[in-house]
């Protein structure tokens, strides 16, 4: 049985930066895609940052167009942990925040919930004007 546990948000001014973890136990992400997703209250779950796994050490990411250049996803297979680090936080992005683990098979599908088979309780973040 493959577990998520993401953790990491709370409440941050505009501006402000904060680190979302996932922690794996009974997959090794290393091996897997990994997503974020997040879902604002009356909104519908939405892609933010991915990564799988290319050839040796090299993965691919793909970010949603909105947090580009201020999100980025990073993994520590030690830990079997991946990363969401998050900068100049705009209230936007205020919303729950889902990791999601999925079979690897290359950089298709990455932004869809569907090629994900396991996802977290999320983590919420908000980000105060």
């Known amino acids: 049985q493959v577990t998520l546990v993401e953790s990491g948000g709370g409440l941050v001014q505009t501006g402000g930066s904060l680190r979302l973890s996932c922690v794996a136990s009974g997959r090794t992400l290393s091996r897997y895609a990994t997503g974020w997703f997040r879902q604002a209250p009356e909104k519908e779950r939405e892609f933010v940052a991915a990564?799988?796994?290319?050839?040796?050490?090299?993965?691919?990411?793909e970010y949603a167009d909105s947090v580009k250049g201020r999100f980025t996803i990073s993994r520590d297979s030690a830990k079997n942990t991946v990363y969401l680090q998050m900068v100049s936080l705009k209230p936007e992005d205020t919303a729950v925040y889902y990791c999601?683990?999925?079979?690897?098979?290359?950089?298709?599908?990455?932004?869809?919930?569907?090629?994900?088979?396991?996802w977290g309780q999320g983590t919420q973040v908000t980000v105060s004007s």
């Open positions: 990564t799988s796994w290319v050839a040796a050490s090299t993965y691919y990411a």
């Open positions: 999601a683990s999925g079979a690897n098979g290359g950089s298709g599908g990455l932004t869809q919930a569907t090629r994900y088979d396991s």
